[in-house]
């Protein structure tokens, strides 16, 4: 099919139509001169619009976002004589600081955005009591190494390291359990975020709820053990397990976050 059929058939918009023919630009590159081509950090539902092209590439690209859950990755099509991601694409920013009163998510997300930075460039931010593990492209390292200062009104030390240095927080699991009538998705959701089945259906209609990085289209999809949801903006679970019913033939579910 001809790159301007694909962008016709796939594209619901014009960035999806930007975006799509920059990331078939990359693959040509790739398969012209025989090297690594990349584009940038796209979030899932910009990830799931590529995959959707997967019978259409003749280069199989790889999604790589510096850990494996990571939310934000970039895409890479690799020629052949590669089997991973070069590891000098992306890097770690590391900001510290001695602030009582630490800076969050958006705090850090505001204040890149506030330095001229396009959202492309960086990946996940993962915050912590001291600072935060910021994953970026290797190309804007020494920029933020240069200019990033703050984050709201924290003073941030600033220092960059290689991919392979990140440091993924080792937390404790926790498991939440419910009985639900069926395992439709967005009752499944409703009982895991403790929300109403209709803003769950909202979610859904939204295109802001993925099942194993993959969009879910109908609220009404059957899941299953194993399967790994997010919900963008309120969080992610493992549905663990399934077992047992009440005494009004209700199944008991087991949510890992």
């Not at 993959?214 to 679970?237: C, N, T």
Request: aromatic residues 8%.
């Amino acid at each position: 099919m001809l790159k301007t059929e694909l962008l016709a058939k796939y594209a619901r918009s014009d960035e999806d139509r930007i975006l799509l023919a920059h990331i078939l630009d990359r693959e040509a590159i790739c398969i012209h001169k025989n090297i690594p081509a990349e584009a940038d950090f796209l979030d899932p539902r910009q990830q799931a619009l590529v995959l959707s092209l997967l019978p259409h590439f003749t280069v199989r690209p790889t999604l790589w976002g510096g850990f494996d859950d990571a939310e934000r990755k970039m895409l890479f099509f690799l020629p052949d004589y590669m089997d991973t991601p070069p590891e000098d694409a992306l890097a770690i920013v590391r900001a510290t600081h001695r602030d009582t009163h630490p800076p969050g998510h958006r705090d850090y997300l505001g204040s890149i955005l506030g330095l001229g930075v396009d959202r492309a460039g960086v990946g996940d931010i993962l915050v912590e009591d001291t600072g935060a593990q910021i994953i970026v492209r290797a190309s804007l390292a020494d920029f933020f190494a240069t200019h990033y200062t703050g984050a709201g009104r924290v003073h941030l030390s600033v220092s960059t390291q290689p991919i392979s240095a990140l440091s993924i927080p080792d937390t404790e699991p926790v498991y939440k359990t419910a009985s639900l009538a069926s395992m439709r998705a967005d009752a499944v959701l409703a009982a895991a975020f403790s929300v109403s089945r209709t803003l769950a259906a909202e979610a859904v209609r939204a295109q802001k709820v993925f099942v194993n990085n993959l969009p879910l289209v109908k609220g009404d999809k059957l899941l299953s053990v194993g399967d790994r949801v997010r919900w963008q903006g309120k969080g992610r679970f493992v549905l663990e397990e399934t077992g047992g019913t009440s005494r009004k033939g209700r199944l008991f579910v087991t949510f890992r976050f």
